[in-house]
């Protein structure tokens, strides 16, 4: 059974996430310094885990090894603060021209996010890399799935790795779109499913 993060789990749930995309085809090289530095990603992911934290909707499994980062419908991801928090992160570690692609890149995941009808927005789901290949991931993606069933709510993602498309589509997903990320052209797939899966 999963269970919902608080201001406790906030390391643990950001160590996930800054590990399970550290070689994601979009993040892994977005969040990369030319010298090869990775030391700052966990700094950027943190706020992304405190703003979802405001709505009581990030999960973790009963395990402690998979997370999801969920927004309920028409929220925004962070405070202006936390936003401002992660552009310094942006500004402080990646030189000028990897700072424009960062930015524009935002501007694509927003402006590929349909408005209507309302939804749930699965910002991030994340499994330690330890923990890989077990299901645990998908377990928790499905448990969460229940909750929104029963709510008649229909959510919404962004996937960002090609690879974990059909694991989507076996958890009631179709595509909806695609757009490509602006460091390498990495397509970003936008995926839609209505309550009930069906």
């Known amino acids: 059974m999963a269970t919902i993060a ?20 979009v993040w892994g090289v977005a969040l990369t310094r030319p010298d090869g530095g990775t030391d700052h990603r966990a700094a950027y992911w943190r706020p992304y885990v405190e703003g979802a934290l405001r709505f009581s909707s990030v999960y973790l499994s009963d395990e402690g090894s998979a997370v999801a980062v969920w927004l309920p419908p028409g929220e925004d991801e ?21 700072q424009a692609a960062m930015f524009d890149l935002w501007d694509r995941f927003a402006a590929a996010q349909p408005q209507h009808p309302p939804h749930a927005y699965l910002s991030l789901l994340a499994t330690h890399p330890d923990s890989s290949g077990r299901g645990v991931g998908q377990r928790l993606l499905r448990e969460n799935l ?15 790795n090609p690879a974990n498309n059909h694991r989507y589509e076996r958890a009631g997903y179709v595509a909806l779109g695609r757009f490509e990320s602006t460091f390498d052209g990495a397509p970003i797939t936008t995926m839609w499913r209505r309550a009930g899966g069906t």
Do not use: C, K
Not at 16 to 21: E, H, P, Q, T
Not at 78 to 98: I, K
Not at 150 to 158: I, N, R, S
């Open 78 to 98: 962070m405070t202006t603060e936390q936003e401002a928090g992660v552009r310094a992160v942006v500004e402080g570690n990646l030189p000028t021209s990897s």
């Open 6 to 25: 608080g201001v406790e789990d906030v390391d643990r749930v950001t160590e996930i996430i800054a590990r399970a995309f550290a070689a994601d085809p």
């Open 146 to 160: 229940q909750q929104f069933d029963a709510q008649g709510l229909p959510t919404y993602l962004e996937s960002t």
